[in-house]
Antibody, heavy 118, light 112 residues
């Protein structure tokens, strides 16, 4: 059974940092692109970043470029999102997702809530 | 990145059919057959319902179908069930941005 479990969310002050993790099981992580998607409270979904199987390519939505870094450790079956210089508008549930499709994801985690507030 | 355009809300009665539209441009929806649809119940993770415009993943009921005409993709639910009440999001490939995909704004479907 494919499973993705996010962790690392919480309350952080503006300007602070947070590192999200996504531990996967039930499939070989090294075979898939992976993505992070977020959803602000009461709002729609937004693709945030994705990363190639070997980590050699990474892409970001404009609003997080230079502040967020996506990475992975295939040996640990884990995906990460390092978030720096956090802003109130980064407040959202963050989902990790498996990219088995062109520009789309077939399996999603349950999400972890990040709240940026003083 | 501009979001694809979906109706904010729609409603239907059990047994009725409903079609949710997702309008983009020739640079996304109209240019490629890489449109996906996701269902999201409150407090839950999104679930893939349709991929590559009209393909259903294993386990998705066949009352869900997808299509595309020009720059508009559509999700049709034939014979609404109460459990179909959820938010629905389309997503499309677009090569115009570094992150090669964009979501629609979402449609809240109410089953009356």
């Amino acid at each position: 059974e494919v499973q993705l479990v996010e962790s690392g969310g919480g309350l952080v002050q503006p300007g602070g940092s947070l590192r999200l993790s996504c531990e996967v099981s039930g499939f070989t992580l090294s075979s898939y692109w992976m993505s992070w998607v977020r959803q602000a409270p009461g709002k729609g979904l937004e693709w945030v970043a994705n990363i190639k199987q070997d980590g050699s390519e990474r892409y970001y939505v404009d609003s997080v470029k230079g502040r967020f870094t996506i990475s992975r450790d295939n040996g640990k079956n884990s995906l990460y999102l390092q978030m720096n210089s956090l802003r109130a508008e980064d407040t959202a549930v963050y989902y990790c997702a498996r990219d088995a499709l062109v520009a789309g994801s077939d399996y999603w985690g349950q999400g972890t809530l990040v709240t940026v507030s003083s | 990145q501009s979001a694809l355009t979906q109706p904010a809300s729609m409603s239907g009665s059990p047994g009725q059919s409903i079609t949710i539209s997702c309008t983009g441009t020739s640079s996304d929806v109209g240019g490629y057959n890489y449109v996906s649809w996701y269902q999201q119940h409150p407090g839950k993770a999104p679930k893939l319902m349709i991929y590559e415009v009209s393909n259903r993943p294993s386990g998705v009921p066949d009352r869900f179908s997808g299509s595309k005409s020009g720059n508009t993709a559509s999700l049709t639910i034939s014979g609404l069930h109460a459990e179909d009440e959820a938010d629905y999001y389309c997503s499309s490939y677009t090569p115009n941005t570094a992150l090669d995909r964009v979501f629609g704004g979402g449609t809240k479907l109410t089953v009356l």
